[in-house]
């Protein structure tokens, strides 16, 4: 028996196409139960590749219509953010402006921008003695999410990585390979050194070349891609992710051991995708479905087909029981 349930700040992924809200809810033993997830699709060029949000009344009411449809009367929230600047770093004993100087000073030097001519937010955690993540993020990219969310009539509690997010629904595994749209994000857990990686392939790029080569439109070529996967059309394209995933496993290989690997994103679901995965990575690769979805809320063969989709979604919604 778990008891009378208190509600969790909701968890809200938002992607460039699509966002998803997960409600879940806690015992007082602690154990955790997630009670409904929903996605709702964006309108187009809502949020660009960065992820900032640049249509953020849209987003928000499309925010706010899926909380309305859940049901839930909880108004905090967790939502995250792309962790292209997040990396594990040990510093040696200092003062704490100290520390602040020198982890603001090594982020600019890994997130690729300056941030004098991009205002960044720079914040660390503590993870051992010496050892900090480390993650910065564009304050125009942050601002857009916190607005968006106030929109819904959200109050954000926390912006999270991705990286931390997935990897608490995924924890038994040494990778997660997050399919986006545009683009797909490899994020590992690493003691030292950089934590998720960019590929510039994702599933609209594989319906893209489904419809080239048959000469449809890219409704019905994402129609035919959910309905018989690849069948013939799409083919260079899937090469391609594999290809770039080739690289990027065989990089990391470098630096630490890689045998399993999750997967998760709505592109994940392509038929075959995963045993083009293992075969170029030499991983074993799962689909997890995370048990705190397992209950009455929905059937297993439901939660199977959709758990990758909602991975990052339920991921945030965890975060106040982690």
């Not at 690997?261 to 075959?272: D, E, F, I, Q």
Request: one cysteine or more.
């Amino acid at each position: 028996m778990i008891g009378r349930m208190q509600p969790l700040p909701l968890g809200i992924d938002i992607g460039t196409k699509r966002v998803r809200v997960a409600y879940a809810e806690r015992s007082r033993a602690s154990e955790t139960q997630v009670r409904a997830v929903i996605s709702r699709d964006l309108p187009a060029d809502a949020v660009n590749l960065a992820g900032e949000i640049v249509l953020p009344e849209l987003v928000g009411a499309a925010i706010e219509q899926a909380v309305d449809d859940i049901g839930a009367r909880e108004r905090r929230c967790i939502a995250s953010v792309r962790d292209d600047a997040l990396r594990f770093m040990r510093l040696p004993d200092m003062s704490t402006g100290e520390r602040i100087q020198a982890m603001r000073y090594e982020a600019e030097r890994f997130a690729g921008w300056k941030f004098d001519e991009d205002p960044t937010v720079v914040r660390a955690h503590r993870v051992a003695e010496d050892l900090y993540a480390v993650g910065a993020v564009r304050r125009r990219v942050l601002d857009s999410r916190v607005r968006a969310l106030r929109i819904a009539g959200l109050s954000p509690k926390a912006i999270e990585s991705e990286t931390f997010a997935l990897h608490r629904v995924a924890a038994q595994v040494d990778a997660v390979i997050d399919i986006g749209c545009e683009r797909t994000r490899v994020h590992v857990q690493v003691v030292e050194g950089q934590c998720a990686f960019s590929i510039p392939v994702g599933g609209a790029h594989v319906t893209r070349g489904i419809a080239a080569d048959l000469g449809i439109d890219e409704h019905a070529a994402e129609a035919r891609k959910r309905i018989v996967g690849l069948a013939g059309a799409g083919v260079a394209e899937r090469d391609r992710f594999l290809m770039h995933l080739a690289g990027t496993f065989e990089r990391l290989r470098g630096h630490l051991p890689l045998s399993s690997v999750a997967l998760t994103g709505n592109g994940s679901r392509l038929a075959g995708l995963a045993a083009g995965i293992e075969a170029v990575t030499g991983c074993t690769v799962e689909m997890p479905v995370p048990e705190t979805l397992r209950g009455d809320a929905y059937p297993d063969d439901v939660l199977e087909v959709a758990a990758p989709d909602w991975g990052l979604a339920v991921g945030l919604a965890l975060w106040s029981a982690a």
